[in-house]
């Protein structure tokens, strides 16, 4: 049974960090590409950050590269996300997903084949 699973949410001031966790179950994590999304309340499921199985290319999305660090244990079927200096407009759900193409681009959500339930990230100002 396929599980991606989400840790390391929490609430936290602007400025700070927090670390991500996101261990898959049941497929073959090598073979996929991971990626980070996220959704603030009213708003879209917006692409955060994602790394290639093949390369360990990493690709993040404009509001969040130099602050965020996405990697990948595949010894553990784990993605991380670092995230530092923390903004309010940060805040949203995370969501964990695996994507099995190799020739897809990697930021559309609906490309990708399996995801997490999500972790709640909340930074007040």
């Known amino acids: 049974q396929v599980a991606l699973v989400e840790s390391g949410g929490g609430a936290v001031q602007a400025g700070g960090s927090l670390r991500l966790s996101c261990t898959a179950s049941?497929?073959?994590?090598?073979?996929?590409?991971m990626a980070w999304f996220r959704q603030a309340p009213g708003k879209e499921r917006e692409f955060v950050a994602a790394?290639?199985?093949?390369?360990?290319?990493?690709y993040y999305a404009d509001s969040v590269k130099g602050r965020f660090t996405i990697s990948r244990d595949s010894a553990k079927s784990t993605v991380y996300l670092q995230m530092n200096s923390l903004r309010p407009e940060d805040t949203a759900v995370y969501c964990c997903?695996?994507?099995?193409?190799?020739?897809?681009?990697?930021?559309?959500?609906?490309?990708?084949?399996?995801w997490g339930q999500g972790t709640q990230v909340t930074v007040s100002s």
């Open positions: 790394i290639r199985w093949r390369t360990d290319n990493t």
């Open positions: 049941g497929f073959s994590f090598r073979r996929y590409n």
């Open positions: 997903a695996a994507m099995y193409s190799d020739t897809q681009a990697l930021g559309s959500p609906l490309d990708y084949d399996y």
